[in-house]
């Protein structure tokens, strides 16, 4: 039944307000998986930043064995942030946090491109949305790097690299880890 999947996928990404802030509602084709360390991650899931210091493995299983993939920290890969630095003020929305391009289907993330190194999430303030965010591409591409990381914007992007709507996408929730506290007297 993969219809109630990608149902089920779609309704959390709308649920969490990636589809619309991020995103245009698109039909997914792809499956991505996102593993930290040894954890799987799941739409909407919640992480510590000491969770995610290092780079997620990733794995993109799509219809076409030829395929190559661009991931977008948000297969391209592309990992943005859409609340920096606060969700009450998202003045830095997409902020930047991973781009891999050229990933091929069958050699997984680590056989792609990264233009802009995996910098790992420390929200100051509220719950961040940390969307991982693949395209297919249409054959290999160069792709520049954006001179910086906050104020990207993954719609924007995918227009001037004629990549279309995304195949793939899932979201996690960060947040400050707790520090300690004063004792009152």
């Not at 991505?32 to 992480?47: K, M, P, T, W």
């Not at 991973?98 to 289907?105: E, G, K, R, S």
């Not at 719609?155 to 793939?168: D, I, T």
Request: glycine residues 8%; neutral net charge; contains cysteine.
């Amino acid at each position: 039944m993969p219809g109630i999947g990608s149902e089920i996928v779609r309704d959390s990404l709308v649920v969490g307000q990636v589809i619309g802030d991020v995103l245009d509602p698109f039909t997914r084709s792809a499956t991505l998986r996102v593993i930290y360390e040894s954890r799987e991650v799941i739409n909407a899931c919640e992480f510590k930043p000491s969770q995610v210091v290092n780079p997620p493995r990733i794995e993109i299983l799509g219809n076409n064995a030829r395929a190559l993939y661009t991931l977008v920290d948000y297969v391209m890969k592309v990992m943005v942030d859409p609340d920096a630095p606060s969700p009450g003020s998202p003045t830095e929305r997409e902020y930047l946090h991973w781009l891999v391009t050229n990933i091929p289907a069958t050699g997984g993330i680590n056989s792609g491109h990264e233009i802009v190194a995996y910098e790992s999430p420390r929200p100051s303030m509220g719950i961040h949305r940390l969307v991982y965010i693949v395209f297919c591409q249409m054959g290999m591409q160069t792709i520049s790097a954006p001179g910086w990381r906050q104020n990207f914007f993954t719609r924007e992007f995918a227009e001037v690299y004629n990549l279309g709507m995304p195949v793939a996408a899932m979201y996690i929730t960060c947040q400050r880890e707790g520090g300690y506290r004063r004792r009152r007297r």
